[in-house]
């Protein structure tokens, strides 16, 4: 019997880059291989327009990126509650995120219904107030093979800068000449009221808000809680976030998908600490009893959602962690097709 010496075999391999260099030098010193050649091609320094189409059972869905939102450091005032800032950032560590550069996302979503091109959310139009990579819809839009003027109907969550700021070009012309929006009277009555510019924590919305409804009032169509907007479009109140916040769930055959919006910003944050408050809640405490409600219900039902701030692009399904109500919960990304 031959006896084999196993220690190669448990033996660590020990790998590193200099290593490896050194190696393909000394081989091509000796001729074996060629020295490697490095190319000098220009750096592209652009991303590619973020656009991702999936089905919800016959109807074509298209998410498409508004562009990212710049917080910058995680600071004690963006989310409000009982859990400490350090604990926070903890979280965020141990998910491989950075606390110092906190980044949402804007994931607008377009669905073919068959009879209707339907938009909802427009992102933040021009305004760079939240970092200078926002405001890209119109253009990805276009990048997508969808034109605006052939939108029918812009179905607005929320009446939030980074909600519907493109409705109107800075021409003055609408961006969607051809669309009937919806939205919640009450939202449009908080967002378009004058005398709210005097307050200190929204006062700078208002003016804007206004120069991007009260051009469009005619074309607006308040919504109910529980109608359907759009054959196939559901409207659920989920009041908190805003006072009018709604999200909208589609249906089509036995398929659904929840257009979540503003329930969630942060894809760990605020569903591992769902009793956290966000700076920019109308009403903190009522957005997080909503938050819970609407999670559990997805949750318990196992319906697919497409989550406006949550990373690109957004689609895919929550799950709790504990047992009791509020006790926290985990988004599962959906897989990306490269086929439709």
Same mark, same amino acid.
């Given at each position: 019997?031959?006896?084999l010496?196993t220690?190669?075999f448990?033996?660590p391999l020990?790998?590193?880059r200099?290593?490896?260099?050194a190696?393909g030098?000394?081989?091509?010193?000796?001729?074996?291989? !060629?020295?490697?050649v490095?190319?000098?091609? !220009?750096l592209?320094k652009?991303?590619?327009?973020?656009?991702?189409?999936?089905?919800?059972?016959t109807i074509?869905?298209t998410v498409?990126s508004d562009?990212?939102?710049a917080m910058?450091?995680?600071?004690p005032?963006?989310?409000?509650?009982?859990?400490?800032?350090d604990?926070?950032k903890?979280?965020l560590t141990?998910?491989?995120?950075?606390?110092?550069?906190?980044?949402?996302?804007?994931?607008a979503l377009?669905i073919?219904?068959?009879?209707?091109?339907?938009?909802f959310?427009t992102?933040m139009?021009?305004a760079k107030?939240m970092?200078?990579n926002?405001g890209?819809?119109?253009?990805?839009?276009?990048?997508?093979?969808?034109?605006?003027?052939d939108?029918d109907a812009?179905?607005l969550?929320h009446a939030h !800068?980074?909600h519907c700021?493109?409705?109107?070009?800075?021409i003055?012309?609408p961006n969607?000449?051809?669309?009937?929006i919806y939205?919640?009277e009450?939202d449009?009555?908080?967002w378009?009221?004058?005398?709210? +510019?005097?307050?200190?924590a929204?006062g +700078?919305?208002?003016?804007?808000?206004?120069?991007?409804?009260?051009?469009?009032?005619?074309?607006?169509t308040f919504?109910k809680?529980g109608?359907e907007?759009?054959?196939g479009v559901?409207?659920m +109140?989920?009041?908190?976030h805003?006072?009018?916040?709604?999200?909208?769930?589609?249906?089509?055959g036995?398929a659904?998908l929840c257009?979540?919006?503003d329930i969630?910003h942060?894809?760990?944050?605020?569903?591992?600490k769902?009793?956290?408050?966000?700076v920019?809640?109308?009403?903190?405490k009522q957005a997080?009893a909503t938050?819970?409600?609407?999670?559990?219900?997805l949750?318990?039902?196992?319906i !697919?959602?497409?989550?406006?701030h949550?990373?690109?692009?957004?689609?895919?399904?929550?799950?709790k962690?504990?047992?009791g109500v509020?006790?926290?919960y985990?988004?599962?990304p959906?897989?990306?097709?490269?086929?439709?």
């Amino acid at each position: 019997m031959i006896a084999l010496d196993t220690t190669s075999f448990t033996r660590p391999l020990a790998f590193s880059r200099r290593n490896l260099i050194a190696g393909g030098a000394a081989l091509a010193a000796l001729g074996a291989v !060629p020295a490697p050649v490095f190319a000098k091609a !220009p750096l592209i320094k652009t991303q590619a327009p973020m656009f991702y189409r999936f089905k919800v059972g016959t109807i074509e869905a298209t998410v498409i990126s508004d562009g990212p939102l710049a917080m910058g450091p995680l600071k004690p005032d963006f989310f409000k509650g009982q859990t400490p800032i350090d604990e926070l950032k903890a979280l965020l560590t141990a998910n491989y995120l950075d606390p110092d550069n906190i980044t949402l996302e804007q994931n607008a979503l377009v669905i073919n219904t068959g009879s209707q091109l339907v938009l909802f959310d427009t992102g933040m139009g021009g305004a760079k107030t939240m970092g200078p990579n926002s405001g890209r819809l119109l253009d990805t839009l276009q990048a997508a093979g969808i034109r605006a003027e052939d939108i029918d109907a812009v179905i607005l969550t929320h009446a939030h !800068p980074d909600h519907c700021w493109a409705l109107m070009g800075h021409i003055g012309a609408p961006n969607f000449p051809n669309a009937q929006i919806y939205m919640a009277e009450s939202d449009f009555k908080f967002w378009t009221d004058e005398s709210k +510019a005097k307050h200190p924590a929204i006062g +700078a919305m208002i003016g804007p808000t206004r120069g991007q409804l009260l051009p469009l009032k005619d074309n607006i169509t308040f919504i109910k809680d529980g109608a359907e907007v759009v054959p196939g479009v559901q409207a659920m +109140a989920a009041p908190g976030h805003t006072v009018g916040h709604t999200v909208y769930m589609i249906t089509s055959g036995s398929a659904s998908l929840c257009v979540l919006a503003d329930i969630a910003h942060h894809s760990v944050l605020m569903l591992e600490k769902p009793k956290i408050e966000f700076v920019f809640d109308t009403d903190g405490k009522q957005a997080v009893a909503t938050r819970i409600k609407v999670l559990d219900m997805l949750a318990a039902q196992r319906i !697919p959602l497409i989550a406006y701030h949550f990373p690109f692009p957004g689609v895919g399904h929550v799950a709790k962690l504990g047992q009791g109500v509020g006790e926290g919960y985990r988004f599962y990304p959906a897989p990306m097709r490269t086929a439709l």
